[in-house]
């Protein structure tokens, strides 16, 4: 008996060690130097200054620069509305996620937000007509953190942020272009475009204009 308890403590020490100790090192380790942007959130910085994740999206507002998608949850932002204040006076929040609002169709108040954002959109693209827009700016994503819209979401921005910039309408065709990718090993998902990168791309433009 105490020879089968000591052969189950050594296996249980070696197995703790190989899996919860070597291995996690092991799989860092490999991520740290092959894939390091990633293992570090694909953090994007401009001019030695870190703006954001390629893989979280923002909410932007200047109508120099391209909007994305719309966010249940702001993308994961707080807002005044989290604000609360104890009995001392102290502000906290009631804490940010991610996720989508889980509306059905036939939900009132989804139907409100999609006809206000509608009308947004419209009043900002004068040009526009309703059938015009594409479904993923009127959408918001199941994370809400969707940092991508699609190309024809971004192609029918062009206009407004050429006027709105005084940058070419061909060099921001050139930028959406640029940071266009394909679907995921030719197979899943769809084309995409990422708002933050291009975003980027026009304040570097900007700030070479002496707008910015």
Do not use: W
């Amino acid at each position: 008996m105490k020879k089968i308890i000591k052969t189950s403590f050594l296996i249980t020490i070696v197995f703790i060690v190989l899996c919860g100790i070597l291995y996690p090192l092991v799989i860092t380790g490999i991520g740290k130097i092959a894939f390091n942007k990633e293992a570090n959130g694909s953090l994007v910085a401009l001019n030695g200054k870190t703006v954001g994740s390629k893989l979280i999206g923002q909410d932007f507002k200047d109508p120099r620069f391209f909007k994305g998608r719309t966010s249940a949850v702001n993308y994961n932002t707080y807002t005044s509305s989290d604000k609360k204040t104890d009995s001392t006076g102290k502000a906290t929040y009631s804490g940010v996620n991610s996720g989508g609002s889980n509306l059905a169709p036939s939900n009132k108040d989804l139907e409100a937000r999609v006809k206000k954002d509608m009308s947004e959109l419209l009043k900002e693209h004068p040009t526009l007509k309703e059938n015009d827009i594409p479904t993923d700016l009127l959408t918001s994503s199941a994370s809400g953190l969707d940092p991508d819209i699609s190309p024809e979401s971004a192609n029918v921005q062009i206009d407004a942020v050429s006027k709105a910039s005084g940058i070419s309408k061909l060099q921001i065709q050139g930028i959406i272009k640029k940071y266009t990718e394909g679907r995921t090993l030719y197979v899943f998902g769809e084309p995409r475009v990422n708002v933050l990168m291009v975003n980027l791309e026009i304040a570097q433009k900007l700030k070479n204009m002496g707008k910015l």
